[in-house]
């Protein structure tokens, strides 16, 4: 059955093309196309032509459009509600102190202070060098400090939980007495 694209809109088919090939269609609008009557019917696309043509229909129990008049081959389409979106209303003048009052007060981020000044990380490659501390020293190291600062305060007033032997190789790295 041949069927025309009145819909307003481009419809796209899954079928097979004139030399057997199945694919995708693409009806434009105004476009033409032969189809089964219950697929052209439910795409909501007009009959046209001769309507004798017997296209097998693709399902059993289809619900097909009543017919309005055999004779001039008439169909009637259910019509389906779609609604518009509504425009948006323009909110008028921007300047008026009226749109000003009614509008909220724009969002005022707090003053961040300064914050502390980044301290020196120990190097602990540099600390790794020195003769008499490993890796599990290093360990034990970095348990008392995270910062140089901290370390050399800790080493100032004695108050390194590592051997002495450590404590005593490490004022030496950083010049505490």
Do not use: C
């Not at 105004?30 to 229909?57: F, H, S, V, W, Y």
């Not at 600390?127 to 599990?136: D, E, H, Q, V, Y």
């Not at 305060?153 to 390194?160: H, I, P, R, T, Y």
Request: proline share 7%.
């Amino acid at each position: 059955m041949r069927f025309k694209n009145e819909t307003g809109r481009k419809v796209q088919v899954y079928g097979t093309d004139d030399h057997g090939t199945r694919r995708w269609h693409v009806i434009q609008v105004g476009g033409e196309m032969n189809l089964p009557q219950d697929r052209g019917l439910g795409l909501g696309l007009t009959p046209i032509g001769d309507n004798t043509a017997k296209i097998p229909l693709v399902r059993e129990k289809a619900t097909l459009p009543k017919v309005v008049s055999e004779a001039k081959g008439e169909f009637s389409m259910p019509k389906y509600d779609v609604k518009k979106p509504e425009p948006v209303k323009p909110s008028g003048d921007t300047t008026s102190e009226s749109n000003f009052k009614e509008k909220q007060p724009a969002k005022v981020e707090p003053v961040l202070e300064p914050e502390e000044p980044v301290k020196e990380q120990v190097d602990w490659d540099a600390l790794a060098r020195i003769k008499g501390i490993g890796k599990k020293t290093l360990k034990d190291i970095k348990k008392v400090a995270d910062t140089k600062e901290d370390l050399i305060e800790a080493l100032e007033k004695n108050d390194v939980p590592l051997r002495d032997d450590v404590v005593v190789l490490l004022k030496n790295f950083y010049g505490v007495k």
